[in-house]
């Protein structure tokens, strides 16, 4: 097997505890990084990833930037890849013999980029950076589409970066979609006119938008956040590749309609939720907003129905019964692994990737973009990202079987993901290895007070943390 498809194989998921939930300089997290390296073969003693950078590479480090703010009461702490983590991995990359090392995320479209950078202090780092070294091409946002939303409109500037910048792959039906699509067009995203998914996905189609910067890439160093996520169960390091796609409309999040008449956006069946959803595709179609008026009056007091009978999952598919984001997530994963820069698939692993997961303070409850800090104290780390996944969701106190993103994520498909099962996945923590039931009893770890409303059933009632 080649290096670059060492990941199928490889198993073991390292643990890091971090001495304090106090997030440290770059500088003195290098010295952890270091420790990483030298546990999973990675680094000589003075670098922590000098044997997985072939000379003259091109490196990408894919953090999660999703947003400028926390949507909740929560402090920022637990919404983005610490800045920290990016500045370390960064410099450190910089002093092997890479040919070129560059940053870069798709944010959601209502993210300020501009804030967040700044808030981050990213952006002055970034340019300095830039200015010492010339190997260092900065931090890239890699969307197409910006957009906000005003009394329920949502307004976009589109094209933002060029289309050159960008692949197109269609899986067709090799693609993990393809089992839950018909002729009716019912894949939905949030705030979205649904004729743009209608042309992505359908019987046979299922295209992706992919950041050339990340097919060019030799390596890609994966820095997500761990967090509970309500579409999703867990987002980390497979969650996190969603990030590498440029426009939204190629990404299909749910299915309209209750679990009862085929869809998957809510559990069972509810006729104020179909009026809900009939209306904002109806609003969703103006391309100026001007629907919205007409249908407001009719919204707000369906809304207010739903919060005044106790209503938790919504309409936007956050709840366990969620058959169609893993799909999508794990089709981009597919894509970073297995994805040519012409947009063809290849049989074999195109680039390295290495994970490095930021889990010293997680996310709990409302993730992504509405997440209560969870002090873990962990940095998890490794190649194969379903391996660490499945230890992440133990650590949130889910279970990782009930997760589909995870669960599906050792199937058997072309383009496979994990070449083991869960139950030969190794933790290697303090210098000793465990077997994950071994270890997960052996240890004691902090319990999260709060979950996605939809998700209550894939948490750990006793037994395994």
Known sequence: MSSNGRFLSERRVGIQQSDSTDYTSAEDLIPQLRRIGREFGWSSDQNAFARMIPNGARVLVKPNLVLHENNGPWSFDAVITHPSFVKAVVEELLKTSAGSVSVGDSPIQSCDFAHLMRRTKLDSWSADLKAREAHFSGIHDFRRTIATMRGGIRRAKEDMVEVERYSLFDLGRDSLLEPITTTEPRFRITGYDPKFLAQTHHPGRHQYLIAKEVLDADVVINLPRLKMHKKAGVTNALKNVVGINGNKE????????????????????????????????????????????????????????????????????????????????????????????????????????????????????SGPLAPEPFELGMILFGENAAAIDYVGAHLLGMNPDAIPIIRCAFGNFRWPLAGFTPDDITIRHGEKSFAIDAFLKCQSFPRPRHVPPGWSSAMHRSGRN
Not at 287 to 309: E, H, I
């Open 250 to 365: 190629f990404l299909p999040h749910h299915r309209i309609g209750g679990s009862s008449d085929a869809g998957d956006c809510y559990p069972g069946k509810s006729r104020v939720k179909e009026w809900l959803e009939t209306l904002y595709d109806y609003q969703n179609g103006s391309l100026t907003g001007g629907r919205s008026r007409v249908v407001a009056p009719v919204l707000r007091p369906l809304r207010k129905y739903l919060t005044l009978a106790g209503d938790e999952t919504g309409i936007e598919g956050s709840w366990s019964g969620n058959d169609t984001v893993w799909r999508m997530s794990l089709d981009l994963n597919r894509i970073l692994m297995y994805g040519r820069a012409d947009g063809t698939m290849a049989d074999t692993p195109q680039r390295t990737v290495l994970h490095i997961c930021d889990a010293i303070v997680a996310g709990q409850g």
